[in-house]
């Protein structure tokens, strides 16, 4: 169990893109990024850590970051341009909020249809914040991604049933396919996170009679989790883009989509040692491929 653990730690810290080492109590490099293998090419797994890269203080620490403080002031600036976006992405449906809810009090006023479209804007707010609250649980690591294996198939067929009326009512049709004995290394909620938010982007933006084909199938040594549609599509442009956060293409901008479901999928599959990307193009549909080792 220890051993197993300590291989997931090792292939998180590998999956890295900052500068990390983890060391063990002797100070010796239990797992390193790329990034710092690239900065200490010398150093091997097993090795000492280089005395000039510790403080002063006695005792091993668990950590090393490597990087610069201008890389620290980049990330402050990126967290306070997330809060920006995040206030900016609140404040569009509880301004259509407030023009309902004065539209209301006007002579002849389809006080009903004011009401439920304020409904909708208000579940928009509250999907927004669940979604920000959810990928910073994700970030700050308060949340474990990669925590045990879990079957895939169930929860695949759970998640199709569960949106199969929003489907119908879009006019996509959905097909499902996994093998039985595939299993995905996450815990189950986060394979219904990342299924989740794969069906919602497909039905949300797919566009009516098309299809949806959501597999889950091992090739070799890697499992592969791929959403297909055969929609609308996105513009070459736009797919390096798609997993940004807040990133919505032309098409989508008039959708009440938040623009975190994608980078929430990114976040979770990287996290546990894969990897996701999209492909496609206008009127070829999109295709979001999640690789994880098996």
Same mark, same amino acid.
């Given at each position: 169990?220890?051993?197993?653990?300590? *291989?997931?730690?090792?292939a998180l810290v590998a999956s890295s893109e900052e500068p990390v080492i983890v060391l063990d109590a002797e100070q010796r490099v239990l797992?390193?990024?790329?990034?710092?293998?690239?900065?200490?090419?010398?150093?091997?797994?097993? #090795? @000492?850590? @280089?005395?000039?890269?510790?403080?002063? &203080?006695?005792?091993?620490?668990?950590?090393?970051?490597?990087?610069?403080?201008? &890389?620290?002031?980049?990330?402050? *600036?990126?967290?306070?341009?997330?809060?920006?976006?995040?206030?900016?992405?609140? %404040?569009?449906?509880?301004?259509?909020? +407030?023009?309902?809810?004065? =539209?209301?009090?006007?002579?002849?006023?389809?006080?009903?249809?004011?009401?439920?479209?304020?409904?909708?804007?208000? #579940?928009?707010?509250?999907?927004?914040?669940?979604?920000?609250?959810?990928?910073?649980?994700?970030?700050?690591?308060?949340?474990?991604?990669? +925590?045990? =294996?879990?079957?895939?198939? @169930?929860?695949?067929?759970?998640?199709?049933?569960?949106?199969?009326?929003?489907?119908?009512?879009?006019?996509? %049709?959905?097909?499902?396919?996994?093998? @039985?004995?595939?299993?995905?290394?996450?815990?189950?909620?986060?394979? %219904?996170?990342?299924l989740e938010n794969l069906f919602e982007n497909a039905l949300r933006y797919a566009g009516p009679r098309t299809r949806l084909t959501v597999?889950?199938?091992?090739?070799?040594? *890697?499992?592969?989790?791929?959403?297909?549609?055969?929609?609308?599509?996105?513009?070459?442009?736009?797919?390096? $883009?798609?997993?940004?956060?807040?990133?919505?293409? #032309?098409?989508? %901008?008039a959708s009440h989509g938040t623009g975190l479901g994608l980078a929430i999928v990114k976040h979770v599959v990287t996290a546990a040692g894969?990897?996701?990307?999209?492909?496609?193009?206008?009127? $070829?549909?999109? *295709?979001?491929?999640?690789?994880?080792?098996?």
């Amino acid at each position: 169990m220890v051993k197993r653990e300590t *291989e997931r730690a090792r292939a998180l810290v590998a999956s890295s893109e900052e500068p990390v080492i983890v060391l063990d109590a002797e100070q010796r490099v239990l797992a390193a990024s790329p990034v710092a293998l690239e900065a200490l090419p010398a150093l091997e797994l097993g #090795d @000492p850590v @280089p005395a000039r890269l510790l403080g002063p &203080e006695e005792g091993a620490p668990l950590l090393l970051y490597l990087g610069e403080p201008a &890389e620290l002031a980049a990330y402050e *600036e990126l967290r306070s341009g997330f809060t920006a976006a995040v206030s900016h992405e609140l %404040r569009t449906p509880l301004a259509r909020l +407030l023009v309902l809810l004065e =539209s209301t009090l006007l002579p002849d006023a389809e006080v009903p249809e004011l009401v439920e479209a304020a409904r909708a804007e208000i #579940d928009q707010v509250r999907e927004l914040i669940d979604d920000v609250l959810f990928l910073s649980e994700l970030e700050t690591g308060r949340e474990v991604v990669a +925590l045990g =294996s879990s079957p895939a198939r @169930p929860i695949l067929e759970e998640v199709a049933s569960k949106t199969a009326e929003r489907a119908e009512r879009a006019d996509v %049709r959905v097909h499902v396919a996994a093998d @039985p004995d595939v299993l995905l290394p996450l815990r189950p909620r986060m394979i %219904r996170m990342v299924l989740e938010n794969l069906f919602e982007n497909a039905l949300r933006y797919a566009g009516p009679r098309t299809r949806l084909t959501v597999s889950i199938r091992r090739e070799g040594d *890697e499992i592969l989790l791929v959403a297909a549609d055969d929609g609308a599509g996105v513009a070459a442009g736009d797919l390096p $883009r798609l997993f940004e956060r807040f990133y919505r293409a #032309d098409r989508a %901008r008039a959708s009440h989509g938040t623009g975190l479901g994608l980078a929430i999928v990114k976040h979770v599959v990287t996290a546990a040692g894969g990897t996701v990307a999209a492909s496609g193009g206008p009127g $070829r549909g999109l *295709e979001i491929r999640c690789v994880f080792p098996a």
